[in-house]
């Protein structure tokens, strides 16, 4: 299987060359094109509009598109790092490496609750909400300490980053820079906030998968 930021960066890839060449289509090409068929999946008929609403439809489907591959590459993630963040015995979330230039690095509980911290801050960016107190500034909360509390904090933040993700494409609701993300303020998006924060993810569980096997133990998804 493909790293699921490799995953991410084609999935983004063909989805802008897609757009491109609809763009083109529609708005170069009308002449070649002055009926659209749109497909009802409904009735499974199909009817017509005319080229001036072609380019509504298509972005409305790629939109749709992007939406639910966005979503795909999300429960992907969380299939992975979930059940090996779940794999580490609890006694072992204090584990840092020691056997090289590691002095400083977080722990393993310490890295799950800064991975979860960050897909909140940038979820709630998304949202056009207020940076999560509780956030801790990549952190995560300090009353966040068993195993049990890491989990339910990482798999909250999963939904919050699912919520970002459904809300790609709408207009009334504002989008706000986030301080942790390097994206500036003219040019911050959803998409752009969301995406970062799949490969913030894609990045922390390598280090995950490192850890396991630093304690003996084989990721899940490595598992026959």
Not at 149 to 161: D, K, P, R, T, V
């Amino acid at each position: 299987m493909l790293p699921v930021g490799i995953v991410a960066a084609l999935t983004l890839i063909c989805c802008v060359y897609l757009a491109l060449a609809l763009r083109y289509w529609f708005r170069v090409l009308p002449s070649a094109l002055p009926l659209v068929p749109v497909a009802s999946p409904r009735h499974g008929s199909c009817r017509c509009v005319d080229s001036s609403q072609g380019d509504a439809v298509i972005r409305l489907a790629l939109k749709r598109a992007l939406k639910r591959a966005l979503q795909s590459l999300l429960k992907i993630a969380q299939k992975q790092i979930i059940p090996a963040v779940d794999a580490m015995p609890a006694d072992k979330f204090g584990f840092a490496p020691t056997d090289g230039e590691f002095k400083g690095v977080r722990t393993f509980g310490q890295m799950v609750k800064h991975l979860s911290a960050t897909n909140r801050i940038l979820a709630a960016a998304a949202l056009g909400e207020e940076p999560p107190a509780y956030a801790g500034d990549e952190i995560g909360p300090e009353a966040v300490r068993t195993k049990a509390e890491i989990l339910n904090y990482l798999n909250g933040s999963f939904a919050h980053l699912s919520k970002a993700i459904e809300a790609i494409g709408q207009t009334d609701a504002s989008v706000n820079p986030s301080p942790i993300s390097p994206v500036k303020r003219g040019e911050v998006t959803r998409l752009a906030l969301v995406v970062e924060s799949l490969m913030h993810a894609c990045d922390r569980y390598g280090q995950i998968v490192e850890y396991l096997r630093m304690n003996g133990i084989v990721p899940p998804a490595s598992r026959p």
